[in-house]
């Protein structure tokens, strides 16, 4: 038994090593003038990726607070959404629910090179193309099925047992939603909420097509440098996207578990 725990121990320890040797990584190169082969460690430190990033000449930080911005604009109207759509195919059984499942999935399965072009065409007639709007309706497409599909499962799980009980007893639906409803999801909202960041706050090639150039994100910023092969301007870029991801996500759960602990809900 004490070989066994030993060995999942081992095992534990090297996943995390693999985990965080790259970021460790990616924090040198964002400090090196020059690293190449067959060195150990960097010829040359330096930071100008860094003061790059901070200046605000570069207008990096005001770009990175306007992505954050548009995430979170994102992935509440995105989970706004979800809820009901989720709620249908996990908790109701009706004619062609398999079908809808996959069909939710299908703005992952169908490359989004293959769409956009039409959705850019679109766009355009509806006059809302290199608008912040479009930009946010185009981040859409491919966070539903994430929020969707990750709430599905959570609807499954809790059922709808609880909410009949609060209607028999005479709660209205705007109370059944927020009393019982949102405290039995809550842990379902925070992982697709978060992953549903993450994903917009990644897009590129639909941010850059539908915004066409006139909205810059982020990441708009981070990959010509990514592309050129500087390291050290990439790195840096690259570090910053990680930390603000990871602030934010952090922000997010402990404001909604506080939320819900100051009424003393529960979670699943």
Known sequence: MKKKSNFFAIIMHITILLLIAPLLILVVWSFSRSW????????????????????????????LLFSIRLSMIVTIITLIISIPAAKALGVYNFKGKGFFKV??????????????????????????ANTFIGVVLVHLIPCLPYGIRILTNVFEIVGESMEQQAK?????????????????????????????FIVSFSQYFLTFLIGGGRIITFPMMMFPYIQSGDRMMASSYSLVFILATLVVLVIMEKAIKSYYGTKNYFYL
């Open 103 to 128: 069909l939710v999935l299908a703005p992952i399965i169908v490359p989004p090179v293959a769409v956009a072009m039409g959705i850019h065409l679109t766009f355009i007639r509806l006059g809302i």
């Open 36 to 63: 190449s082969w067959p060195y150990l460690l960097p010829q040359e430190f330096g930071l100008r990726g860094i003061m790059h990033v901070l200046h605000p000449s570069s207008r990096a930080l005001k770009n």
């Open 168 to 196: 028999v007893l005479g709660a209205n639906p705007i109370q059944i939603f927020l009393h019982i409803t949102l405290p039995l999801i809550a842990p379902g909202l925070i992982s697709a909420g978060s992953l549903v």
